[in-house]
C-alpha cells in the first residue's frame, strides 16, 4: 500500500473546486485516510518547497500556496502516488490532457489547482509534514474487495 499527499491548492478552494477535485480522486478507489482545510505557515511553504528554492518562480509559488486555505489529503491504495499524478495532469495546465484535473479546469502554470506528491520519498516527506500520525486513521471500508483483489 502506497501513501501520498494532496493538496488542492488555494485556487481551487477559491473557485469552489475541492469537491469536484477529491471526488474524481476518491472515485478511483484511492482511500481517503486523512484531511483538513488548513492554512500554509510561510515556514511549512518553504519546507515543502524546499527543492524550488532559488528558482524564479519560487517567491510567487511560496506566495500563492500562502495566500488562503488549501484542502490537504492523505490517499492510501495501491499505486496511490502516481494514479493522483495521472489524474492531476502535467504540471503545465497548457499541457495537461483533457480529462485530467489541471487540463480541465486550469490555463495556467502559477494557478495549476493541485499538488501531489512526486516519488516514494517526497510522499513520506510530505505526509508527515502536513499530517501527524494521529490526523490519520486507518479503517475497513466494505467495498474494498470490489476495489482491490
Ligand atoms: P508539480 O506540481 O507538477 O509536481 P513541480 O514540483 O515541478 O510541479 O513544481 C511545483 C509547482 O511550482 C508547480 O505546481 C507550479 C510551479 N512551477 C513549477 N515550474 C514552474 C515554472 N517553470 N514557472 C512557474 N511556476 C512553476
Ligand atoms: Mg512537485
Redesign the pocket.
Known sequence: MERTLVLVKPDGVQRGLAGEIIGRLERTGLQIIGIKLMQISDELAATH?GE?EGKP?YAG?VGFITSSPVVAICLEGPSAISTTRKIMGA?NPADSAPGTIRGDFGVD??R?LI??S?NEDDAAREVSLFFNDSELTSYDRATQPWIVE
Open positions: 518547497y524550488h518562480f509559488l504540471t502554470m502559477g495549476n499538488h501531489g512526486a
